[in-house]
């Protein structure tokens, strides 16, 4: 008696269309990663990995590459940050953002090539009346927003936001641009592009700063960083948003801090210079010289009220720095122990 046949199940069929798929679209050693998570993960359904908000269709594309364009400096770099509704009010945290460029030194002129990334709709329709460069994020297949922040502190919409986060800024360097990443609560007192390496392919702030700008143990700070467009940055971006499918329940801080010393990374020759929290300073690991201080990051902090409370005394005591009746010598040789108010209501994790 003949056999009858029997009908492959879902999870096979979406496992051979998933290689297949990446076959095409990635480097080998990404299509190695896809297909240990398929091994492991047989019963998982396609919108788990939803590998089209990667590649944009053109018309998002064609969107992206205007906003960029009228953004970008004349080596292609951009500066870019996300706002959400939950940041985009008046007197909010993209108000403090805004105006720590106009408070700074050498920052004002910075804004003309900051674009806004709104990832809902209520956030774009603010960037517009506030600012030159928006652009609006949304999944192409889903039309997801990340709006509000109970949204992102729950931890399915958190992990998609920073996956897709990590998608956008892949597709950022596949279009050829360089970017500095900037989370919205990091106030720019200072211009940071003398620090930043040419010689690296990333340039990354940190939470905790081992004293040594290569050491691979200093933990990177995500808020803040500066990446070359190049097929090492591209092939890292591209391992990392599949990693993070590897490594379930984590943020992409804590995946990126899994990965970069991973055999794939080496190979690629990736380089990686961290900052000195000297002039990068945070919440975590606070800059303790006014004088040398470029941005500060709001990072280590619960709570949208503390937070902002902090910002505004950060933004305070810049101004009763700049604003004192001394020299740039006299400044320097009078710079405190301990400058900032801030972090107050802030505490670290």
């Not at 403090?96 to 990832?119: I, K, N, P, Y």
């Not at 652009?135 to 997801?144: D, E, I, M």
């Not at 502190?153 to 597709?171: E, G, K, Q």
Request: aromatic share 14%; hydrophobic share 40%; net charge neutral.
């Amino acid at each position: 008696m003949a056999k009858s046949f029997r009908h492959p199940s879902f999870p096979t069929i979406f496992a051979i269309l998933l290689v297949a798929f990446l076959f095409f679209y990635v480097s080998a050693n990404i299509l190695r990663v896809a297909k240990y998570w398929v091994s492991t993960n047989p019963s998982v359904s396609s919108p788990h990995l939803n590998l089209s908000i990667i590649f944009f269709n053109p018309e998002y594309k064609d969107e992206l590459l205007s906003v960029l364009r009228s953004a970008s400096m004349a080596d292609r770099t951009v500066i870019l940050t996300t706002l959400n509704e939950t940041w985009a009010g008046p007197g909010s945290v993209i108000d403090l953002f805004l105006q720590s460029f106009r408070l700074g030194e050498g920052t004002e002129r910075l804004l003309t090539h900051l674009v806004v990334v709104a990832v809902d709709r209520n956030a774009f329709d603010r960037c517009k009346s506030i600012h030159p460069h928006c652009y609006f994020l949304t999944t192409p297949a889903s039309g997801v927003e990340f709006a509000a922040e109970k949204r992102l502190v729950t931890a399915d919409h958190y992990l998609s936001f920073s996956r897709r986060r990590i998608a956008f800024l892949l597709t950022v360097l596949e279009l050829g641009y360089n970017f500095v990443f900037t989370d919205a609560d990091v106030m720019w007192l200072r211009n940071p592009f003398p620090h930043f390496s040419l010689d690296h392919d990333i340039t990354s702030a940190c939470e905790i700063y081992m004293g040594n700008p290569e050491d691979i143990n200093n933990r990177a700070d995500g808020g803040f960083n500066f990446v070359k467009s190049n097929a090492r940055s591209i092939d890292l971006y591209r391992y990392w948003y599949m990693s993070s499918f590897l490594h379930p329940g984590a943020d992409d801080l804590s995946v990126f801090e899994m990965i970069k010393k991973d055999r794939f990374v080496e190979e690629i020759g990736l380089e990686i210079k961290y900052l000195d929290t000297t002039y990068f300073g945070g919440f975590c690991e606070p800059s303790k010289d006014m004088s040398k201080v470029c941005t500060i990051h709001a990072n280590c902090c619960i709570g949208m009220e503390n937070k902002l409370h902090d910002i505004r005394l950060i933004l305070k005591d810049w101004k009763k720095f700049m604003g004192t009746a001394l020299s740039v010598k006299e400044k320097r040789l009078n710079v405190s122990t301990s400058p900032w108010r801030a972090p107050n209501r802030c505490k670290s994790w």
